[in-house]
């Protein structure tokens, strides 16, 4: 995939994938704005629960690369936590993080691409369309990334721009296996592909969502899985 001459904004670019959406963005020859909340370096910092922050940010990434072809919404939050004990604030804490971002710099960013066109993705989740216990708020919030994708996809498609979901498996980290074993295991066992992904496996999904290769494609839920999914549970 060839992005030569393109511009894209990478939120939670500092994370474990959204670093390696990034570098393949980079790799394919895209100009790249990387956003971050807390970490230090070439970032652009903003905290993405705060609506006005989603504007300023893309205000800021157009004015560092003179505009922009494509978004990736990656920032995200995933901590366990059961619906009994849980309270408001951390249903919202979630759901503002996940969801409101995405939502509101899809609207600045779809505000700047009306007169181009343009691409945005954001990664949700296989657990947007599959429960997980603990993860009430995640689930939820990653099922309302891919209603508002679709959603977004019928009210921008006239102005060219194409609005999609990346929804991954689990995805390998640094500690993960250490860290739950019998989980890993599982996955490995569970995945045709016979492993977990890596961020460059989610990245190349949304280099291709973003290319010319993609141009009729929008509104979609593109899993990337290893084939985890397809696995029938009975
Ligand atoms: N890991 C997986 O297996 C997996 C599977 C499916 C989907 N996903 C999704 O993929 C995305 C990235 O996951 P990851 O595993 O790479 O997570 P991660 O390493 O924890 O990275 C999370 C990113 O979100 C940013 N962030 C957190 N709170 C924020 C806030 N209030 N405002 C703005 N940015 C904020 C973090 O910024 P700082 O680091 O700078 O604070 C970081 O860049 C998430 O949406 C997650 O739900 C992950």
């Not at 474990?16 to 394919?28: D, L, S, T, V």
């Not at 936590?81 to 309270?87: A, K, N, R, Y």
Request: proline letters at 3%.
């Amino acid at each position: 995939m060839d992005l030569t001459g393109t511009s894209v904004l990478v939120t939670g670019a500092s994370g474990g994938i959204g670093a390696g959406i990034a570098r393949r963005f980079a790799e394919a020859g895209a100009a790249v704005v990387r956003h971050a909340f807390t970490a230090a370096g070439d970032f652009v910092r903003a905290d993405l629960t705060d609506e006005s922050a989603c504007h300023d940010l893309v205000a800021e990434a157009v004015r560092r690369v003179g505009g922009l072809d494509a978004v990736v919404n990656c920032a995200g939050v995933q901590p366990d936590q059961d619906l009994d004990g849980m309270t408001v604030a951390d249903w919202r804490a979630v759901v503002d993080t996940n969801v409101l971002s995405a939502f509101a710099v899809t609207q600045a960013a779809a505000r700047v691409m009306r007169e181009t066109g343009g691409s945005i993705t954001h990664i949700a989740s296989i657990q947007g369309t599959q429960a997980a216990e603990g993860h009430a708020h995640y689930c939820a919030s990653k099922a309302a990334l891919i209603m508002h994708a679709r959603s977004a996809a019928l009210e921008y498609g006239r102005f060219g721009i194409r609005v999609n979901t990346v929804s991954p498996g689990l995805v390998d980290r640094p500690g993960l296996a250490e860290a739950w074993p019998d989980g890993v295991e599982r996955w490995r066992a569970a995945a045709p592909l016979g492993r977990l992904g890596t961020p460059e496996d989610v990245g190349d999904a949304c280099v291709f969502l973003a290319s010319r290769s993609a141009r009729w494609i929008t509104g979609h839920d593109l899993v990337v899985d290893g084939g985890v999914s397809a696995r029938p549970t009975w």
